[in-house]
């Protein structure tokens, strides 16, 4: 019988085929290129490119494709064939080392911000080397940036890649200050958790606003939701293990450790969580997950929702970004041991983190600034808009002690006693959890719990790799230059200390009372919606910092700017025009129609007894005439406000309007519509219900 191992990564072009299918000579400088960044010369690319086709036909790929990530937020790949004419007329199969290192997608028909003309068509995909290339369907799958005519990113995986470099740069020179001359390279390693909805695929196609948008515009709160906590943890119903089964062998072929499957709080909801791996190929794989679950389910009957918010009152669905540091020889540089009072270098690039989140937490807020994340940040599902670190009860002490310069004696390690003798003895860890925060340590790495579960993980991860950077960078350039590197060490960890430990908040993110204390206090952000979190992407500190590592370019930054902005209008402005064809052409409608049939059996009682008073029906009738006359109102002013927006050619401006005018009519139209759901017989209703889309999937 076929078990996991067996299988495991058999679609990927992997380090264990590399070295059996290339020669000696051509692997080591392919493992030189991953584990040290030297660049391929052509020849090796040849020969990879060679060994490459031969074993992708041998598993019956007839295609190859550069698959990249461009600014749309999802992947994009042009399928060409191996096959190129013989003399006798015939075909053989080709593949060259230029065809492998690059190709030539349109460049002007993706988001790019203003960086490219329609005219102007020209871009290139150039291979990751640092990605193993894979088999999807009959296609070889090349992981690849992609860029201009004139050499700008216009995707996600170029910027991501840079930020990798700059965080490996200085991280290099610190554990040089240290002593270590044998590290190669430092990685950021990455685990990102991902959350979504399964609902049927016979409810889904009855929803235009799922259809459409992703998430359901209308719907009013069923009569059991998330109340008895009973969903979280609990058992996985039939049709979806047999969809978690499909999924993880699909996942495992591709080489995605998929590790952790579990019924998530809200009904019909469920997470996903990989083994961690560096942050590009982590990048690449959750890419790939989001696509494959959604392949899957089709195959279930399914449809997998991967919006923030798809149900209001409910859940919404996040990505927890674990993130880590780690060298060459494996080391986990964010691990504490077992003194980390003692542990200098630890404490350093935790200081760096401390650092980095404070002086760049509006780019961690903008990193994970979309439409549908304005929906969930701030609930009590999510944390809140606000920036801030967990550290722990252990860890907040070391630095307290440090700060204070007061003798540190440690955390005693406590055993946890159930009162059942036989069951096991075990320490209780140091410190609790912090679900509510939205950077929180655990352990020996950061969980960025902020980002939405239909994002690309690439943006969260180039902001936080560039602004370790560029904490690092100046812990570098003052140690490199200190007399004493021992005193100069402990100033500038206390001095971090003391300069931001406002960042640091071990309570309920959830109370009001701290948003009112992070603000006002303490000076921290509260960028509640994208229109608020994205101009500061530009502030001059930030592009600084950005340009300065070679991350970005200005002009990069501006177009990174306009799509953000751009995608969040067409997003919304799809939403308000999806809600106003619905209410117009079928919900108004279908009240109308109920009220006339509750008219009908008003005039039959009549006619039966002339006595019968209908009130009933009546009172009915004219609470559903109300609303649909609201309906019908704030509809129409909904529509007004869509219009003054066509004659707005100025983003940022268009933004505003939809946050402050847009939305809050949006609102009002739901509330109308939801309420005339609990009026209106289910028979009547044209759409299936939260009830229905929450409970349906056996």
Known sequence: METVKDYFGSSVFDDRKMKACLPAEVYKAMRKTIDEGKTLNPDVADAVAAAMKEWAVSEGATHYTHWFQPLNGITAEKHDSFISPSPDGGVIMEFSGKELIKGEPDASSFPNGGLRATFEARGYTAWDPTSYAFIKGNTLCIPTAFCSYGGEALDKKTPLLRSMEALNRQALRILRLFGNTKVKSVRSCVGAE?????????????????????????????????????????????????????????????????????????????????????????????????????????????????????FAGVNGSGKHNNWSLATDAGQNLLSPGDTPYEN???????????????????????????????????ANEAPPAVVSIFLGDELTAVLAAIEKETPYSGTEKKQMKLGVDVLPKFNRDTTDRNRTSPFAFTGNKFEFRMLGSSNSIACANIMLNAAVAESLKIYADRLEQAENFEERLHEMIRKTIQDHKR????????????????????????????????????????????????????????????????????????????????????????????????????????????????????????????????????????????????????????????????????????????????????????????????????
Request: glycine share 4%.
């Open 503 to 698: 960042i640091i908040f071990n309570g309920n993110g959830y109370d009001g009372s701290w948003i009112k204390e992070a603000t006002e206090k303490r000076g921290l952000l509260n960028l509640r919606t994208t229109p608020d979190a994205v101009p500061h992407l530009l502030d001059r500190k930030n592009v600084r910092m950005l340009v300065d590592h070679g991350i970005f370019t200005e002009e990069e930054l501006k177009s990174r700017y306009e799509i953000t902005l751009e995608n969040y209008c067409k997003t919304v402005t799809i939403e308000a025009n999806t809600m106003t064809a619905m209410a117009k052409t079928q919900i108004i409608p279908a009240i109308n129609a109920y009220t006339a049939d509750l008219a009908r059996s008003a005039n039959a009682k009549k006619i039966l007894d002339a006595d019968i008073s209908c009130s009933y029906e009546i009172k009915l009738i004219k609470k559903l005439t109300c609303l649909t006359e609201r309906m019908a109102m704030e509809a129409e002013e909904l529509e007004q406000v869509l219009l003054t927006l066509h004659d707005i050619d100025e983003t940022e401006k268009a933004s505003l309007i939809i946050r402050d005018q847009l939305l809050q009519k949006m609102g009002k139209l739901r509330i109308a519509c939801d309420e005339a759901e609990t009026l209106t017989a289910k028979s009547w209703w044209p759409y299936p219900t939260y009830s229905d889309l929450l409970f349906s999937v056996k």
């Open 194 to 310: 991902q959350e979504y909805f399964l609902i049927t695929e016979e409810m889904y196609e009855k929803r235009p606003d799922l259809k459409f948008t992703g998430r359901t515009l209308f719907g009013a709160k069923p009569p059991k939701s998330q109340e008895m906590d009973d969903h979280y943890f609990g058992a996985i119903k039939p049709g979806v293990a047999c969809f978690m089964k499909d999924l993880n062998e699909e996942l495992w072929k591709l080489g995605i450790m998929a590790k952790t499957e579990h019924n998530e709080v809200a009904p019909s909801q469920h997470e996903l969580a990989p083994v961690y791996t560096t942050a590009n190929i982590a990048t690449d794989h959750n890419q790939l997950t989001m696509e494959i679950m959604q392949r899957v389910a089709s195959k279930h009957g399914l449809v997998c929702l991967l919006h923030e918010k798809p």
């Open 344 to 378: 200098a270098q630890f404490l350093l690039f935790l200081c760096a983190v401390i650092k980095a989140v404070d002086d760049y937490q509006d780019l961690l807020r903008v990193s994970v600034a979309t439409a549908g994340n304005d929906h969930r940040l701030g």
